[in-house]
């Protein structure tokens, strides 16, 4: 059973800096692309960023690029987000996800909130 437990959402002030964490289990991580993606209030969930398998090739959204890092830990079966230079706009609830044997897999989301 594919399990994704995303942490380290938190307060934080404009500018300041987050590290996300989903911890994966239930399929094979290291052999699974990974991405994350949020949802603020009134709006749909929209895609953040993409790590391959191996952690080689990475993609983001505009909106992130050059702020946010995606990266991953196979052997501790972890995906992360760096945030930096956060602005109210990132606030949302972030998900990992991934993508096994054609079946999507969300975690419950951790609460990211970028206010003064």
């Known amino acids: 059973q594919v399990q994704l437990v995303e942490s380290g959402g938190d307060l934080v002030e404009p500018g300041g800096s987050l590290r996300l964490s989903c911890a994966a289990s239930?399929?094979?991580?290291?052999?699974?692309?990974m991405s994350w993606y949020r949802q603020a209030p009134g709006k749909e969930r929209e895609f953040v960023a993409r790590i391959s398998s191996t952690g080689v090739t990475t993609n983001y959204a505009d909106s992130v690029k050059g702020r946010f890092t995606i990266s991953r830990h196979n052997t501790k079966n972890t995906l992360y987000l760096q945030m930096n230079s956060l602005k109210p706009e990132d606030t949302a609830v972030y998900y990992c996800?991934?993508?096994?044997?054609?079946?999507?897999?969300w975690g419950q989301g951790t609460q990211v909130t970028v206010s003064a």
């Open positions: 996800y991934a993508n096994t044997a054609g079946f999507g897999s």
């Open positions: 239930g399929f094979t991580f290291r052999f699974t692309a």
